[in-house]
């Protein structure tokens, strides 16, 4: 996912120079959002519906001929659009039905509508898409139509803002060395200026604690860099606070080394945050606190939790909604998923488990489905694996929760895949993609 400036055609899964958007969670693989040409094996048609698999935009010059047999007939007058022509060849020139093209004022697509490689007048292509909006900025190479953006890479080089379907505005600020920025508190007040923005981590470790209030912001790992977020200097704090109303989406990024017992990692209060492909471990605190009616959205990501604390922490009227995730508490008295009267997690195709005395989910409103836990958990078609083994992952007590073979086996067939679920796991390896089909739980897909 190419995510580093310069910021080219395209960029991860995680882009927004905004031809792009919408679901498919990812997404993401969160790298380059260019796309790919796809030209027509013949200059006409006589196919009245729109060709799917031609979307580029690509100048192709209409033919008023066909290889397969006559053009459909009309008597409209010359350059009649939509009428009795249709589809592949909707203008009538000349008694027959053409195909759109640039080069005839008779058969140039009129208003917002744009001429696509197979002869229809469609909403847009990949190579122009002017007409799709803040709200609905990426168009669908499939049907050529303006969608809201569902990964980064559908956003140039700024991200999607997930929750919304929107490219984030702004800046887009890169950080590291020979970057735009040294660190990642100065990006984040270049950015702010500027009432929110996009910020491209490239590869290091960033020891730093940073509050984002009130505005939009995303934090990218630059495409294939290793990113790690610590906190171990200066009196105690979150590596990273949410607050004030503002939306954040971290993609990539490890957020690991917090020292302090009393703050977590990650805290959300009265605010929005989206969490994708990261891991968030060994930490002395609380993984991630959610309080005061915040969201956390979680995707494909590993949390691994302290003795005596719960990984994730639900409080105060805040919801959180985990998807294709492996969350392991640890020892004593450790919760992997703890709330409180007023806040509701939901669980999807993930794995929830503890190494400790308090049962792996302590909440109230609470509902799970192909989720694979220590115990049953409250929903559908979840599955029970009784005490954890940690050789069912690479490390446990680090937070890798990438599968060994016996883990593999363990956790195969336990999660669903259904449209909107992501279409790559935390290493950006591709999921089935195809609704209804069986696979491992858990962010670590394993083809």
């Given at each position: 996912?190419a ?5 080219s ?5 995680l882009c927004?120079?905004c031809?792009n958007p919408?679901p ?5 693989d969160g ?9 027509e094996?013949?200059t006409s ?10 979307s580029?935009g690509?100048d ?5 001929s066909?290889?397969?047999?006559p053009l ?7 350059g009649?659009?939509g009428e ?5 060849t909707?203008f ?5 039905c ?5 080069d005839d004022?008779l058969t140039?697509c ?6 696509a490689?197979n002869g229809?007048?469609?909403?847009c292509?990949t190579?122009e898409?002017?007409?799709c909006?803040v ?5 669908d ?8 953006c569902?990964?980064h890479?559908h956003?140039?080089p ?6 919304t ?5 702004g800046?887009v ?5 020979g ?15 500027g ?9 290091g470790t960033y020891?730093?604690a940073?509050?984002?209030n009130g ?9 294939g860099d ?5 906190r ?6 979150p590596?990273?606070r949410v607050?004030?109303?503002?939306t954040?989406?971290v993609?990539?990024?490890?957020l690991?080394?917090?020292g302090s017992?009393a703050?977590?990692?990650i805290r ?7 969490i994708?492909?990261?891991?968030i ?11 005061t009616?915040a969201e956390l ?8 939790g302290?003795i005596?604390?719960p990984?994730l922490?639900n409080?105060?009227?805040s919801s ?7 969350v392991?508490?640890?020892l004593?008295?450790s919760n ?7 806040s ?14 308090e ?5 109230a409103?609470?509902?799970?489905d192909?989720?694979?836990?220590n115990?049953v ?5 979840n599955?029970?694996?009784m005490?954890?083994?940690?050789s ?5 007590a680090?937070?890798d ?5 016996s883990?593999?086996?363990?956790f195969?067939?336990?999660?669903q895949?259904?449209?909107?679920d992501?279409s ?6 591709s999921?089935?993609?195809?609704e209804g089909t069986?696979?491992r739980?858990?962010?670590d897909?394993?083809p």
């Open positions: 996912m995510r580093g400036l310069p910021w055609t395209s960029l991860f899964l927004c120079g031809p919408l498919s969670l990812d997404d993401g790298s380059s959002g260019s796309s790919t040409t796809i030209s094996a013949s048609s006589t196919t009245l519906e729109p060709d799917s698999t031609s580029t690509a192709e010059t209409t033919s008023h066909s290889t397969t047999g459909p007939s009309c008597d409209e007058p010359d009649t659009f009795t022509c249709t589809g592949n909707p009538c020139v000349g008694g027959e053409m195909r759109c093209s640039s004022p140039t009129g208003g917002s509508l744009v001429c490689p229809a007048c469609v909403e292509t190579e898409d002017g007409g909006t709200d609905s900025p990426y168009c190479p499939i049907t050529n139509t303006c969608i809201p569902s990964e890479e956003c140039g700024a991200a999607c803002n997930l929750f379907g929107a490219c984030v505005e800046m600020v890169t950080v590291g060395v970057q735009m920025q040294p660190n990642l508190t100065s990006a984040l007040t270049a950015v702010s200026a009432g929110g923005g996009t910020i491209i981590v490239s590869e020891n730093e940073l509050v984002v505005i939009i912001v995303a934090f990218l790992a630059a495409d290793a990113v790690e977020w610590q171990t200097m200066g009196a105690g704090a590596q990273l607050t004030g109303g503002a954040v989406l993609d990539e990024i490890d690991r080394s917090n017992l703050d977590p990692a959300v209060d009265g605010a929005m945050l989206w994708d492909r990261s891991t471990a060994q930490n002395t605190g609380v993984a991630v606190r959610a309080e009616s959205m979680m995707r494909n990501s590993f949390i691994g302290a005596d604390l990984a922490n409080l105060t009227g959180m909604a985990i998807q294709y995730s492996t392991g508490a640890a004593g008295a992997a998923i703890l709330c409180d009267a007023g509701d997690v939901t669980v999807s195709d993930s794995i929830i488990l503890t190494r400790g005395t049962p792996e989910v302590d909440c409103m609470f509902t799970a192909h989720t694979a836990a115990t958990l409250a929903g559908t078609d599955s029970e694996v005490a954890t083994m940690t069912w992952f690479t490390s446990y680090t937070g929760f990438h599968l060994s073979g883990g593999q086996s363990t195969q067939n336990v999660a895949w259904d449209d909107g992501p790559v796991d935390i290493d950006g390896e999921r089935s993609g195809v069986p696979e739980a858990g962010a897909f394993i």
